[in-house]
């Protein structure tokens, strides 16, 4: 019997295709994406469709790739922003599978968006009202072909509670990056950088998700990573000394090694490790990691560091901001000067100078930014404003008289 396709739609910056792949992959099904099928087929980008053939001439494509698509039974499609606009899209939609609207609110999406290149549609003056002007345009259209209606966990549970006046502490995970300067200590940098990425299998929230490493030193950073990977023993730590153990379940095995296989075949150079045996992976190393990368944009989760070059200060704040998180961040310079300066920029709940991300004191007030959590802090005093309510209490030893 063939098995009914999950189609996925939503405005751009939504995490179709993460939450694609990831379905896919639990669901044992095929993933396909749309814009990644079109481009596919012409051989070149999206933008340089629009360009020589404007949107009508995409959408004309996108159709006929949406007609192949769908036709398929037993997949997974994550659909494009504007799959929605002709009516014949949303009767394909709506006929042949079952239909997943990923909602998501217009500052998400702008926090998810802000450095891309290649959504031709957001290249405008003020790309907020451009995104609040489809949002107002296509909600509704979303809303008529979907059969399920999906917000991100955490904000159901902030939604509820909002609802019922309950007040709640969300922490919501982290992609952080770690900033490594171009006059850092390389040694010191190295084996920060090495405890960041695969402390516990990198299963932290706070885990080094990225680390940007200025031009002039990348590629040395990187060697040394390198060899501490390969010198690392992996295997049950409850039958030897070992430094990195099993990650949690098949599921989350699997999950890292894709999104490393996707960043190499994306242009990723794959330096160490992206192997595994059962739970047991190996501690990866990825250079050239650039935006547009799964492993630049997703929470791993796993083992991976990931280095990714930059050329100047600002573009290294750039880089560390181009996340819908804002959790934790480090920064590593002889000067701390000029690392405070870096750090005072980027948008994270946790700032570490000269050491690496994951870091945590019972006695600190601990929480993110955006998606990583609702601006809550839990530790030391910060909780006794979370986890306890004031009461203004007056005494007297007899009431007043009151003129009335």
């Known amino acids: 019997m063939a098995r009914r396709s999950i189609f996925l739609v939503g405005p751009m910056g939504a995490g179709k295709t993460t939450v694609g792949r990831r379905l896919a992959q639990s669901l044992g099904l095929e993933f396909f994406d749309s814009d990644e099928e079109i481009e596919r087929r012409t051989g070149t980008t999206i933008p340089i469709i629009f360009e020589i053939e404007g949107e009508a001439g995409f959408r004309k494509r996108e159709h006929q790739v949406l007609s192949d698509l769908t036709a398929l039974s037993g997949v997974v499609l994550a659909t494009g922003g504007g799959a929605v606009m002709l009516p014949e899209n949303r009767e394909l939609l709506r006929s042949r599978g079952t239909v997943v609207y990923l909602r998501t609110s217009v500052a998400e999406q702008l926090r998810r968006t802000r450095s891309s290149t290649h959504r031709p549609l957001l290249q405008a003056d003020d790309p907020e009202q451009r995104l609040r002007d489809l949002a107002?345009?296509?909600?509704?259209?979303?809303?008529?072909?979907?059969?399920?209606?999906?917000?991100?966990?955490?904000?159901?549970?902030?939604?509820?509670?909002?609802a019922n006046l309950k007040k709640v502490s969300l922490e919501l995970g982290g992609k952080n990056s770690l900033i490594i300067l171009d006059d850092a200590d390389l040694d010191a940098a190295a084996s920060g950088a090495a405890f960041g990425a695969w402390m516990h299998q990198g299963?932290?929230?706070?885990?080094?998700?990225?680390?940007?490493?200025?031009?002039?030193?990348?590629?040395?950073?990187?060697?040394?990573?390198?060899?501490?990977?390969?010198?690392?023993?992996?295997?049950?730590?409850?039958?030897?000394?070992?430094?990195?153990?099993?990650?949690?379940?098949?599921?989350?095995?699997?999950?890292?090694?894709?999104?490393?296989?996707?960043?190499?075949?994306?242009g990723a150079a794959l330096l160490a490790g992206g192997s595994r045996d059962g739970l047991f992976v190996q501690p990866t190393v990825l250079g050239n990691v650039r935006p547009g990368m799964r492993a630049f944009d997703e929470e791993v989760f796993g083992p991976v560091a990931c280095v990714v070059p930059f050329a100047?200060?600002?573009?290294?704040?750039?880089?560390?901001?181009?996340?819908?998180?804002?959790?934790?961040?480090?920064?590593?310079?002889?000067?701390?000067?000029?690392?405070?300066?870096?750090?005072?920029r980027l948008r994270t709940g946790l700032l570490h100078i000269n050491d690496q991300t994951v870091l945590g004191d019972p006695n600190a007030p601990f929480g993110g930014r955006g998606a990583s959590g609702n601006g809550s802090r839990v530790g030391g005093p910060a909780d006794w404003d979370e986890f306890t309510q004031w009461q203004w209490v007056t005494v007297r030893d007899t009431p007043p008289r009151y003129p009335f």
Request: aromatic share 2%; hydrophobic share 45%.
């Open 136 to 162: 107002e345009m296509r909600e509704p259209l979303y809303e008529s072909v979907a059969d399920i209606v999906v917000e991100s966990p955490g904000r159901k549970v902030g939604a509820l509670c909002g």
């Open 312 to 344: 100047t200060d600002d573009e290294a704040v750039e880089l560390a901001n181009t996340t819908e998180f804002g959790l934790a961040a480090a920064v590593m310079s002889r000067s701390t000067s000029r690392a405070l300066a870096i750090g005072y």
């Open 203 to 266: 299963q932290i929230c706070m885990a080094t998700g990225r680390i940007l490493a200025h031009e002039k030193i990348a590629s040395q950073l990187a060697e040394r990573l390198t060899a501490k990977a390969l010198q690392a023993p992996v295997g049950d730590p409850s039958r030897g000394r070992v430094l990195l153990g099993p990650v949690i379940n098949e599921r989350q095995a699997a999950s890292i090694t894709a999104i490393v296989q996707d960043s190499v075949k994306a």
